[in-house]
């Protein structure tokens, strides 16, 4: 394989190649070779547990490669424990994608406990996983000990308020974690209670998207609370939720008082109120400009 030999090619992208664990395992005997590739994207290729366990072979001893991209395979527990034990010792991977896989809960144990120990990992693609309220209280555990991570996707995930609770609990004592999405996750008013008390202390998160979720009225009441206080967000991602009008009224009344945040979406706002929300935006653009 031209990999082989290769000391000049540093990113490759395969994705949608119908490659197979029979390709991935071709792939992985260069890669052992190979010190030059650093990002690697292998989306939708029908990988099953014998292709990433070869490719796992690799990580355990492989010095180049930062970016991984598995997203769209057949990823199963099986093949989710072989990662997770090569995650374990490898100090290069930075950002790995392991989107729509629907991989469930008990993988996403075994990927926890090796963020426990990882600390190189930065940036986490996990939406479309059906990580569920169970998944989340392991992945929760992991986030109050991990000091690496800083972006997490966790999109269409079914969390529902017990999950957003734990990890508003994990997220209440985790000091690294920059940007978080919760959109699509049946969050309800209880689950952005607590996600809005952590974001009235929290001193790290910049961004936060929490679209398409069941809030209401009290949701925007305690999330105008937080925007109150808070003064690290600089966006926020309120889309598709049914504030009413006061609720609406509530945040944008709170947004006057922040200095920070510079993007605030949110389409159940009207028009009259929207002018007031762009005019408070612009003017911390412009502080930030400053």
């Known amino acids: 394989m031209a990999l082989k030999a290769n000391n ?3 990113d ?10 029979a390709g991935a395992e071709k792939l992985a005997a260069a890669l052992k070779v190979n010190d030059t590739i650093s990002v690697i994207n292998l989306v939708g290729n029908e990988i099953d547990s014998d292709g990433v366990e070869e490719l796992a072979k690799v990580l355990k ?3 180049s490669i930062t970016t991984l991209g598995l997203a769209e395979n057949y990823i199963g527990t099986d093949a989710v424990e072989k990662l997770a034990m090569a995650l374990k010792v490898n100090c290069t991977i930075s950002s790995l994608d392991l989107r729509e896989n629907y991989f469930g809960c008990q993988a996403i144990e075994k990927l926890a406990m090796a963020l426990k ?7 986490i693609n996990l939406s479309h996983n059906g990580i569920s309220s169970v998944g989340a209280e392991k992945l929760a555990s992991a986030l109050e000990i991990n000091k690496g991570l800083m972006h997490i996707d966790l999109m269409f995930n079914d969390l529902g308020d017990v ?16 940007s978080i999405d919760l959109s699509w996750n049946c969050i309800g008013d209880g689950g952005i209670i607590r996600l809005a008390s952590m974001l009235a202390t929290n001193k ?17 009441f305690m999330l105008a609370e937080a925007v109150h206080t808070n003064n690290t967000l600089h966006t926020i991602d309120l889309n598709e939720n049914n504030f009413g009008d006061h609720g609406c009224e509530l945040l ?3 947004l006057e008082c922040n200095q920070t945040i510079t993007n605030m979406s949110s389409d159940s706002i009207d028009k ?17 400009l400053q």
């Open 272 to 288: 009259k109120l929207m002018n007031a929300k762009e005019k408070f935006l612009q003017r911390n653009q412009r502080k930030v």
């Open 163 to 178: 999950g957003a609770e734990t990890l508003a609990s994990a997220l209440m004592v985790n000091a690294t974690i920059e």
């Open 204 to 220: 790290t998160i910049r961004s936060i998207f929490i679209a398409a979720n069941d809030m209401g009225e009290t949701s925007a």
């Open 61 to 63: 001893m492989n010095q």
């Open 252 to 254: 944008v009344s709170a």
């Open 12 to 21: 490759i992208n395969l994705g949608h190649n119908r490659m197979g664990s």
């Open 8 to 10: 000049t090619i540093s």
């Open 117 to 123: 120990v990882n600390s190189t990992i930065s940036t």
